[in-house]
């Protein structure tokens, strides 16, 4: 699976974004995809996570009721919509997929080329 994230960008505190990530390959859809994002300085870390299904999610406590992923397997497409944000959102935030919905940065073997979001106060 090849991976391509979107939408990235320069937003006021309290703004939103939406992110996407595409994808190649017809076996996108027997993945979970996730979202991780990672500031300079820090580590990786956990943003977000949907099933195969797309019918289970998981969300890091930063992110939780702000943020929402979702997928569109027929379009082989997954999105992290992003709303109140703060500016320790800022970093570049990356999709990926993994066998199962998990928050274990090792346990997804794709990852996408990352892309920026900056929030100003």
């Known amino acids: 699976v090849q991976l391509q994230a979107s939408g990235g960008g320069l937003v006021q505190a309290g703004g939103s974004l939406r992110l996407s990530c595409a994808a190649s390959g017809r076996t996108f859809v027997s993945y979970a995809m996730g979202w991780f994002r990672q500031a300079p300085g820090k580590e990786r870390e956990f943003v977000a996570a949907v099933s195969v299904s797309g019918i289970r999610m998981d969300y890091g406590d930063s992110v939780k009721g702000r943020f929402t992923i979702s997928r569109d397997n027929a379009k082989n497409m997954g999105n992290l919509q992003m709303n109140s944000l703060k500016p320790e959102d800022t970093a570049v935030y990356y999709c990926?997929?993994?066998?199962?919905?998990?928050?274990?940065?090792?346990?997804?073997?794709?990852w996408g080329q990352g892309t920026l979001v900056t929030v100003s106060s």
């Open positions: 990926a997929t993994a066998p199962w919905l998990s928050r274990v940065l090792r346990e997804y073997a794709y």
